[in-house]
C-alpha cells in the first residue's frame, strides 16, 4: 500500500421511494440519503498485509516445529532400526 495515500472515502447514495403503483396522483418521493464511509484501497491493502502477516506470525512456527518433529522422529525411528 501506498503510506501517504491512507485514508477515507464517502460513498453517496440517494433512495428514491416508489409510491403506490394504483394511485395515479401519486409521485416519487425523494427518500433518506445515506453516506457511507469506507476505507479507501491503499488502507484496505494495509488491513489485508497485517491480517496475513499477524497469521503467518503464528502459522510459520508451527508449521516449522511440526516438520522438525516429524523429522526427529523419523530419524529416531531409522536410528533404533
Known amino acids: 500500500p ?3 495515500e491512507l485514508g477515507f472515502r ?3 447514495w440517494h433512495q428514491s421511494v416508489q409510491p ?3 394511485d395515479k396522483n401519486a409521485s416519487t418521493v425523494e427518500g433518506l440519503a445515506w453516506k457511507y464511509v469506507l ?3 491503499s488502507l484496505a491493502l494495509l488491513i489485508v498485509w497485517s491480517f496475513l ?3 503467518s506470525e503464528r502459522l510459520v512456527p508451527n508449521i516449522l516445529s511440526s516438520t ?3 523429522l526427529t522422529d523419523a530419524t529416531q525411528r531409522s ?3
Open 2 to 4: 501506498k503510506f501517504e
Open 39 to 41: 476505507p479507501n484501497e
Open 79 to 81: 536410528l533404533s532400526k
Open 53 to 55: 502477516a499477524g497469521f
Open 20 to 22: 403506490n403503483p394504483e
Open 68 to 70: 522438525d518433529k516429524t
Open 10 to 12: 464517502e460513498v453517496k
